[in-house]
């Protein structure tokens, strides 16, 4: 495949592109579903093709193209990317230029135990079919679902600059969900996290998270919160569970520090961002606990790989610092703008897809607490769990979140459970109230399975990992 | 390059014998039924930030992608791999995988043959995607604002396919999509223009970009209101986001079945000015003749003044209920349900300044933003308005606002009695899932419920 992928290379570079890169890309997806305890769906999706990126004066020509029978296939893809890229010149900017990296000659496969495309269907269907007979079995659940998700990619890289890279990467996710219906609303419990948990690995991933144990409490909680206390209203503490912070560092620190969207790249769709270059190095971003990385080597972590998409290696990269923002979400042509150093963040969803900016595993460095000394240590508050519903605006900025369950507090301890959970806040004032952290124990490398950016919108994996926390007087309740 | 879906025609058939043959040899004694769907996918797209283009992409896929069912055990398979060899493995994979599993107790059987008409919306220059006239339409929508910023999307995108089932029924169509969106930027505002066609010839970027340039400008001396109850007169892509979701969450039949859709059909749920239609024979619409199960896309009335009539559905769940399909089935809609692929919400007689002149005191949304639902039955979601909020005052628009949050049911803020108005100008509008969807008006409604600013 390196061959088919240099012929789109130097194809590219024939017909005038200044750099040129290819990826040969051969994805392998397999997804099950359940419903109350009967199998809806197994499917198996297979995207391979050539994706070829040419670039000439200020702008990306790119050209994908499905067939990998031959080589000549290859070339009219690198060709056309670069024809694309020239017609930009109607409409021109700044010339973009490309931040050194090292040119290497590298392979990556992801550490797995068991290859989930190897274990028999037959037991794969049994966890989704039982977990979701046992949940339904309840009465008060409604419905009951449960899904697997696993993808087997296999990557060859090759650029003008030398680089040839082979990657395998193996993911695995599962997820399942209890739903209570009552006269005017509707309850929902999920495990492991809502949209389902996915992280890189093998099928080991499945076996630790085994959803049928957990499928009594599942819907043992969807049926009380039909008919437990409304969330209360007002400025109250706030503890968060570790997946539902996983999903507010996704949303308000994740996006917010993407270079693509801080240059104004993304601005008509995904929008930009509430911070500024000038501010690097000196903003406030929240207090003194919070030190978030983006850290692209953590083992069993969704955006854990060893090259992203522009041969780039993965690395660790500060982007908050004792709560001074102090980097960014990079690749090659924005950390040339920028004047900063790639950090190796481009990704593409599939062969024929441009790569863009991705987050990878931006999480927040565990502190010293636990949960039960954060629940004793609150006069009142809530304890939310498990995102239910999210919106934040196209600065990052004002965000509002719904969870599925949440606990009143007072005076230390757990007093009733709420339901319908909301919160809303502005970033830097939300994060200037972090005070408590728990600690490593507790810290958990959550999986996003289902980030959408871009125009078409690619579908991204990221990673979260995130230990509960506290953020103090922040407004909750909001009904409408 | 026209509408010929011949050599996918030919695939798909390919696929429907090779699943014949195969069938006996990997499942034997079996009885194995398949849909097969044999596309091709050409899209063209220049994006455009900071009033240049920096990403200009061309994208040429081949997929087939087919449902197996042994002995009533499903499988589905999607693949790029079109060659004979790996087709040949993509089979016998499927029909093995069906082969282990459950029975699929809602498997409908093979579509059974059903009379499709194509719709043809197929534009052959739309289809070339040229990248050179993609660029001279992104030159006039960044031209018409002169020294603001901007930045977007102009697309062009060919679809061909082809269906075929074992029960011998066959269909094919083409078609073709343009869309110009974008938005012009002051240091302090955005405002925001989309247009949608079949034809790329019909867009006039250059109109776009000035009505985009006209919002940006008059929204740069803005100021923060309140939040709170307001009156509203909402856009056509602020209408297209309520009316997607209403119809994504409620609309549809399984989620009815599940008992997590507000639908009651006959029931009066919405303010009589309210009709919606899943109209693929609106000329306006975008899109092939036929879903994903093959059955024709035909015309339903999802809700008629204000009652709601029916729900869309696709063959799994006109077989669990009895009822007909709507032809809304989308690939991979088993756990999802139907989708109204072309809603419909009529337009009035009231122009969007008319609408605006009856309001005394209240907000003109042009797009909402980041919408998401806080709970399906009601409908009562959460989102920011974006790209122009101005306040009315004495039925005029006298002030820009700033962005503001809403939480509020959807189901309620069109419910009985809630809408005042409805525009004359209803058009293709694109409502947060993707252009080509939704034609709708703009509408004013007597309250929404707004719950934050800018500043929290």
New interface residues.
Partial sequence: MFEHASKAVEAALAAGATYADARVVIRRGERLSAQNGELEAVGNDLDAGVGVRALVGSSWGFAASSDLGDDAAAARAGAEATSTAKASALVPGRGLELADVAVVEDAYETPHRENPFDVALEEKVAVVVDATATMAGLDGVAVATAQLMFWDTEKWFVSSQGHRIHQHLVESGCGMDATAVGEHETQRRSYPQSFGHVETGGYEVIRRFDLPSHAPRVAEEAVQLLDAAPCPSGELDLILESSQLALQIHESVGHAIELDRILGWEAAFAGTSFLSLPELGSLRYGSELMNITADATIPGALATFGYDDEGTPAQRVDIVRDGTWVGVLSGRDSAHLAGLAPGGMVRADGFNRMPMVRMTNVGLEPGESSLEEIVAETKHGVLMATNRSWSIDDKRLNFQFGCEIGWEVRDGKRVRMVRNPTYTGITPQFWSRLDMLAGREEWHPWGVPNCGKGQPMQVGHTGHPASPARFRGVRIGVTG | MDHDTTALAQLADDVVALIAERGPATAPGATVEANVRASRSR?????????????????????VAFTVAVDGR??????????PASLRE?VD??IA??A???V??HWPGATPPVEVTPRRAFDPATAEGD??R???G??AF?DAAGDL?A???L?TEASWEAFASTAGHRAADASTRATV???H?TARS?G?AHETSSRLADLDAARSGARAADLARRSEDFVDVEPGAFEVVLAPEAVSTMLTFLAVYGLNAKAHL???SFAEPGQAQFDPAVTLLDDPTDPRAVGLGFDAEGSPRGGVTLVEGGVTRALAHDRRTAGRTGAATTGGAIP?G??IGAVPLSLRMPGGSTSPADLVAGVERGLLVTTF??????????Q?A???T?NGTFLIEDGEVSQAVG?L?????FLDALGPGRVLGVGDDDRLADGEF?PGMVTCPSLRLARF?F??????
């Fill in positions: 899209h063209g797209l220049t994006r455009f930030a900071n009033s240049f283009i920096h990403q200009h992409v061309g994208e040429d896929t081949r997929t499903t499988a589905s398979t999607s693949t790029t791999r079109v060659d993509a994979t499927a995988s069906a282990e599993q459950p699929d107790p990248p050179a993609r660029a001279e992104v030159r960044v910023a930045a977007g999307y697309d969106d974008g938005i930027q955005a925001s599940d008992g997590a991979g088993e756990a933003n980041y919408v998401r639902v806080l709970e399906p039955k009601s009562l959460t989102g920011l974006r962005n949050r809403f939480t509020e049911s993707g419920t719950t934050g600013g800018a500043s929290g």
